[in-house]
């Protein structure tokens, strides 16, 4: 690299005509670089510039220091306004106290788009909060793009154009996949890892504090890159949910996946809502919900991550979900059927005319169900993999084709290249994708891929475990691929609660609110004396129900009584009232709820919660106490469908209970998914103001549904 490189050549990748009409062309993709606070002595001037060197970056660079000396072989200046040319980047890695007159210098010589690798904000606490929201208004007053700060930088390798000192790992490979991730450290990691399974990278980025731009605005620009077919993002959040949303749509409208990596799973995020809905649907349930929601991979490890990505770049939308596995080993083939159920991976049976036909093709003492055990045989007689590879292909049901064979990774090691030529021949013959799966994870090398280059060979996995999880993914990715898109309903955080809604002040308004939304309730009067007791036109044994605003769990203050005969009503009315008042001398008490006492038959819970970050939530769970007992629950995003909650249903732990268990009578589930899907429509209607409707229980016997009791909370006005 020369001392000021100043070339017109293409940066490599293909034509970035379209991706400039992205507007953070410049940032991501740029021609020129300033790299503000380089000097000979330092760690990072040297991590960059070595970056420079081995991406063959083709662009102008300089430097700017305090003394405006040359670094490491690149035009040095006192300042950006002497430079005197255009600069698309300026990265700046000067200590903490000089950062925000390092961008009002960069701002000065029209610079418009910086990256900050220095530290010392937010990721420190409330004081480098508080510092960092002093960059954001300088950064907003000065117009300029700031990416970090905290932040490693990018490196968008299709182009050659490394901001960052996240190293290459060379050789560089064909790129396939993005890398974005919150973690600096991580990003190199995920990058590294990725090129030992011969997974070649299209861009890195390191994301850092993202005062400004965040993960979903280089999503937002990777959509429409041609050199990324899938992007792996590692995240502990999403800071800008309405970009990311509106990113994620339209990588599902391009076929392009999004695999990600969310940590932090075990933590809830924001206040937990005062009813058990709130609990229950904690932030990362409700993320899984998004993600489903979006067609977004969720997977649960670093190597999954890149593992399932490079798949996918692989092999795009998968025609079906099932896999054909083909193996020389018994021993592969017995792993792929231990190791399917749990990975949720389809390796379905193959029908009669294809083992049949297989049967013509293989060993007497070979099996021709799948997993294909084909034996040693293979080994004597390559092209029999020729004419199996096919068969299995072809068969109903079949989206993808894994072939386990080993390939070497250091010369000189045991190799059957006649069999690997076999299988490459074999599988540019199908018309579905195919991968090349080794038995354990090893670390690809140049041996491997001068082998996969030779014989034409499809992808490869390492890893059994790793493949089958991959290929789940992959199948459920493809699926709802097929489904249109329902958009989610993000909180506008300028809405308060306006507008004629009702004041739902009791259990039974809500019950009345609901049954004007077409959910079926339990029959009930409200009575407050004795005269109205006596006079009660329900038949018993009766429930009777404290009502009061101010009592959300009755059964702690003595509020409920069961069983009460018609005759009863009267003195258990007394007898209830008195409890109540020497638990809750504080408590309004509006009367007594009085309905039919209902027995048997299985309680539900539906509860919808208006997320903070991703609006609003349904969640479907056993009801009573094993709600919390076990946890046992589904939550998606609203709106749903009959579809969506029969989906819903089905997740459910539980769900022979509605299927007529132990001679139960068997619940219409048709019907129970349009009860809910009108609860939640009901609760849409509430608007923004509400926080949460709850339903416990929904009783379910078997084709009787009733709603027996709901609760309403409104979200608190500042």
């Known amino acids: 690299m020369n001392a000021s490189i100043d070339s017109s050549r293409d940066n490599g990748g293909t034509d970035d005509a379209s991706r400039r009409e992205h507007p953070l062309s410049k940032?991501?993709?740029?021609?020129?670089?300033?790299?503000?606070?380089?000097?000979?002595?330092?760690?990072?001037?040297?991590?960059?510039?070595?970056?420079?060197?081995?991406?063959?970056?083709?662009?102008?660079?300089?430097?700017?220091?305090?003394?405006?000396?040359?670094?490491?072989?690149?035009?040095?200046?006192?300042?950006?306004?002497?430079?005197?040319?255009?600069?698309?980047?300026?990265?700046?890695?000067?200590?903490?106290?000089?950062?925000?007159?390092?961008?009002?210098?960069?701002?000065?010589?029209?610079?418009?788009?910086?990256?900050?690798?220095?530290?010392?904000?937010?990721?420190?606490?409330?004081?480098?909060?508080?510092?960092?929201?002093?960059?954001?208004?300088?950064?907003?007053?000065?117009?300029?793009?700031?990416?970090?700060?905290?932040?490693?930088?990018?490196?968008?390798?299709?182009?050659?154009?490394?901001?960052?000192?996240?190293?290459?790992?060379?050789?560089l490979l064909p790129p396939r996949i993005a890398i974005v991730s919150q973690s600096g450290a991580t990003a190199s990691e995920l990058n590294e890892f990725a090129h030992s399974q011969n997974i070649g990278t299209s861009f890195v980025a390191a994301t850092g504090n993202e005062a400004q731009l965040s993960l979903a605005d280089v999503v937002d620009y990777l959509v429409d890159d041609p050199d990324t077919r899938a992007i792996a993002v590692f995240a502990e959040s999403i800071r800008n949910p309405a970009m990311f949303a509106a990113?994620?749509?339209?990588?599902?409208?391009?076929?392009?996946?999004?695999?990600?990596?969310?940590?932090?799973?075990?933590?809830?995020?924001?206040?937990?809502?005062?009813?058990?809905?709130?609990?229950?649907?904690?932030?990362?349930?409700?993320?899984?919900?998004?993600?489903?929601?979006?067609?977004?991979?969720?997977?649960?490890?670093?190597?999954?991550?890149i593992v399932t990505a490079g798949l996918l770049a692989a092999t795009g939308p998968l025609p079906a979900p099932g896999l054909a596995f083909i193996s020389i080993s018994g021993g592969a083939c017995t792993l792929v059927a231990d190791g399917a159920e749990a990975a949720g991976t389809s390796v379905p049976a193959f029908p009669k005319e294809t083992t049949d036909l297989l049967k013509t093709l293989i060993a007497d003492f070979a099996s021709s169900m799948n997993p294909l055990d084909v034996t040693g045989a293979a080994v004597r007689d390559p092209s029999l993999l020729e004419r199996l590879i096919p068969v299995a292909a072809a068969a109903p049901g079949i989206g993808i084709v894994g072939v386990n064979m080993g390939i070497p990774t250091v010369e000189g090691a045991v190799a059957l290249p006649a069999g690997l030529a076999a299988i490459g021949r074999a599988v540019k013959s199908i018309d579905k994708p195919a991968l090349l799966v080794l038995t354990t994870v090893k670390t690809l090398t140049d041996v491997t891929r001068r082998f996969i280059a030779e014989h034409q060979l499809p992808h490869v996995v390492c890893g059994i475990d790793p493949m089958l999880r991959a290929v789940a993914k992959a199948a459920?990715?493809?699926?709802?691929?097929?489904?249109?898109?329902?958009?989610?309903?993000?909180?506008?955080?300028?809405?308060?609660?306006?507008?004629?809604?009702?004041?739902?002040?009791?259990?039974?308004?809500?019950?009345?609110?609901?049954?004007?939304?077409?959910v079926p309730v339990i029959p009930a009067q409200v009575i407050r004396s004795r005269p109205e007791a006596q006079s009660l036109r329900l038949d018993g044994p009766l429930v009777l129900k404290v009502l009061s605003p101010d009592i959300t769990h009755k059964t702690e203050v003595g509020g409920v009584r069961l069983n009460v005969a018609a005759s009863d009503v009267a003195a258990a009315l007394d007898e209830l009232l008195t409890t109540v008042r020497s638990h809750r001398p504080d408590a309004h008490i509006e009367g007594v709820i009085a309905s039919p006492m209902r027995q048997g038959g299985v309680e539900l819970l539906v509860g919808v919660r208006n997320d903070p970050t991703w609006g609003p939530t349904i969640t479907i769970g056993f009801g009573g106490v094993l709600v919390e007992l076990l946890a046992d629950v589904a939550i998606a995003t609203l709106p749903v469908d009959r579809a969506d909650v029969l989906d819903m249903l089905s997740r459910l732990r539980g769900r022979k209970l509605l299927q007529g268990f132990r001679n139960s009578a068997a619940t219409d589930l048709d019907r129970l998914a349009d009860v809910i899907v009108n609860i939640g429509n009901a609760a849409l209607a509430l608007g923004p103001a509400l926080d949460s409707l709850e339903v416990n229980p929904l009783l379910v016997r078997g084709n009787e549904i009733e709603a027996l009791d709901g609760l309403v909370v409104w979200r608190s006005v500042e």
């Open 27 to 171: 940032l991501f993709r740029p021609r020129s670089i300033v790299l503000v606070g380089a000097t000979e002595k330092s760690a990072w001037t040297g991590f960059i510039m070595q970056n420079l060197r081995d991406f063959v970056f083709g662009g102008y660079v300089c430097a700017v220091n305090r003394n405006g000396v040359d670094v490491m072989g690149v035009k040095g200046y006192r300042s950006c306004r002497d430079i005197g040319r255009d600069i698309d980047v300026a990265f700046i890695f000067v200590p903490q106290p000089a950062v925000i007159e390092a961008l009002e210098d960069a701002a000065a010589a029209g610079i418009r788009n910086a990256a900050i690798l220095t530290s010392g904000y937010a990721e420190t606490g409330e004081q480098g909060a508080a510092l960092q929201q002093q960059l954001l208004d300088k950064a907003r007053e000065l117009q300029m793009n700031i990416w970090g700060p905290n932040s490693l930088g990018y490196n968008n390798v299709s182009a050659r154009a490394p901001v960052s000192s996240v190293p290459a790992v060379l050789p």
């Open 476 to 518: 459920w990715w493809s699926q709802r691929l097929t489904s249109p898109l329902k958009p989610l309903q993000l909180p506008n955080v300028a809405t308060s609660r306006t507008g004629a809604v009702p004041s739902l002040a009791n259990e039974r308004a809500v019950l009345d609110f609901l049954a004007n939304h077409g």
């Open 247 to 305: 990113a994620a749509a339209r990588c599902r409208e391009r076929n392009k996946p999004i695999v990600m990596l969310k940590i932090g799973r075990s933590e809830l995020a924001g206040e937990v809502a005062k009813a058990h809905t709130g609990s229950l649907a904690g932030n990362d349930k409700v993320f899984d919900a998004v993600c489903a929601r979006l067609g977004v991979i969720r997977v649960n490890s670093v190597e999954d991550l």
